[in-house]
């Protein structure tokens, strides 16, 4: 499937009237915390086939394992579709700003939809359940929730009352600053220029929101992400964070042609975030500016700089792509305001899962088994208009079982397995599926070895 294909998928799966609970769900309202555990669970026994409902944890400083927020709470996800080997894996993450309430009833009513849609034998709901594993968390910061709708509190579903966590944090603000290392090893010129963190099984001395989730990215092996906001119209992409020589300057990442298409790949399928006649009011509500994101997208840095986000976090530090959209000029609109965000949003939500599936895929073996978890790497070089070879300098690894996925425009490529540091395979490919001879492995010498000629990649058509 192409991007330019997106233009035909519609959503259509919601329509289903059945005298059950998730069908009597009220849309035009806030759900609150309790609420929206209650929908999931909901979810979940309707289609327990096809879901499963968990929460986040993690270990604190003292080695103890965590499970709550400051107040309480739990960082609930409902995943469709099973764990099978090779599915790729994706998220929606809603919510992180507790005052920003769009994202979180959007993956609500994503949620109902999607198991409406599967029971009722929708082929669109089938293929997007059948082909990948989809984690659904509708709030990453339910304490911010609670705060901004805390009825005895001044400013109460304010733009601003609620942003943070219960402990005052925010908590895009409150991951590791990788685009600072990365920058640094760009200016010294050498690697690695991804996977740049790994201690995420052992103790974590962050806010609880941020451990937990971290510890999600980097023990799941996730393909495609987003994580949404409120208070803008646009899809933004990494980098992030401004270079430190060129302040509010685009900053673009080694896939920074992949990720323009697949924040177009959302913004093509919202007509109010894509047209750059919609845009929200300028500072100090003045409303008749033109639209500063073309075709409704934005490179983080030159919009305005993030240091230590999720977003650039989860590209850096994992096999994970991510972009981060801003749904609407309000925040924390009314309920009533709720169904029309769907409406404007259920196309590009349809769009963006479908991302998941672009580019190359398959598994490594060695001797008839699959390698282990980060054994092999994958590295990709594109092939320019001219002939020319452009290393992309981001790679991916094996993931359980061998598997990989390489998110990839499309366009010719050049696909490099690398087992223990030795070039093993070249391939230009849709699938490659690599088997290795059992003695395929570094000598030493930092020289690949021969392989014999059945341990070659296998080409597959892809889907």
Request: glycine content about 10%.
């Amino acid at each position: 499937m192409n991007l330019s294909d997106f233009s035909i998928i519609i959503l259509s799966f919601g329509c289903v009237v059945l005298a059950t609970d998730i069908d009597k769900i009220e849309w035009g309202k806030h759900h609150d915390n309790k609420e929206v555990f209650e929908i999931l669970e909901a979810v979940n026994k309707r289609c327990p086939d096809i879901t499963s409902l968990y929460h986040l944890k993690y270990r604190d400083t003292s080695g103890n394992e965590r499970d709550e927020t400051p107040r309480g709470n739990k960082l609930h996800v409902l995943a469709f579709g099973t764990s099978e080997p090779g599915r790729p894996e994706f998220k929606w993450v809603g919510n992180m700003h507790g005052n920003e309430v769009v994202g979180r009833e959007l993956i609500l009513r994503l949620a109902v939809d999607l198991c409406l849609g599967h029971r009722n034998g929708n082929p669109l709901a089938a293929s997007l359940v059948g082909r990948a594993r989809l984690h659904l968390m509708p709030s990453m910061n339910p304490d911010g929730w609670e705060i901004a709708n805390d009825p005895s509190a001044p400013g109460r579903r304010t733009e601003v009352k609620g942003r943070q966590n219960a402990n005052n944090v925010d908590l895009n603000r409150d991951f590791p600053d990788l685009d600072r290392r990365i920058y640094e090893l760009e200016r010294a010129g050498t690697g690695p220029f991804d996977h740049l963190f790994s201690n995420h099984t052992e103790r974590c001395g962050r806010q609880p929101e941020t451990c937990m989730v971290m510890k999600w990215i980097l023990t799941n092996n996730f393909v495609l992400s987003a994580n949404l906001h409120g208070g803008d119209k646009v899809a933004n992409y990494p980098y992030d964070e401004s270079r430190p020589d060129s302040p509010n300057a685009y900053s673009a990442s080694p896939d920074d042609r992949l990720f323009r298409q697949l924040a177009l790949a959302y913004s093509s399928g919202n007509p109010a975030m894509y047209d750059r006649r919609y845009a929200c009011p300028a500072e100090g509500g003045a409303d008749g500016r033109p639209n500063p994101f073309r075709r409704g997208v934005t490179n983080g840095a030159k919009w305005y700089s993030v240091a230590s986000g999720m977003q650039d976090f989860n590209y850096l530090a994992s096999n994970c792509y991510e972009i981060t959209v801003e749904l609407g000029c309000k925040k924390y609109p009314p309920g009533n305001e709720l169904p029309r965000y769907w409406e404007e949003n259920r196309q590009a939500l349809v769009n963006y899962m479908s991302a998941v599936h672009f580019g190359i895929k398959g598994q490594v073996t060695k001797a008839g088994s699959p390698v282990a978890k980060g054994a092999a790497v994958i590295t990709v070089d594109r092939i320019d208009t001219d002939g020319s070879v452009l290393p992309i300098l981001h790679n991916v690894n094996t993931g359980a079982h061998g598997y990989y996925h390489r998110l990839l425009t499309d366009g010719p490529f050049v696909c490099v397995m690398i087992d223990n540091g030795v070039n093993l395979e070249r391939w230009s490919a849709r699938q490659v599926d690599f088997h290795l001879c059992a003695d395929a492995a570094a000598t030493g010498s930092g020289k690949p070895r021969q392989i014999d000629s059945s341990c070659e990649g296998v080409l597959v058509d892809g889907e």
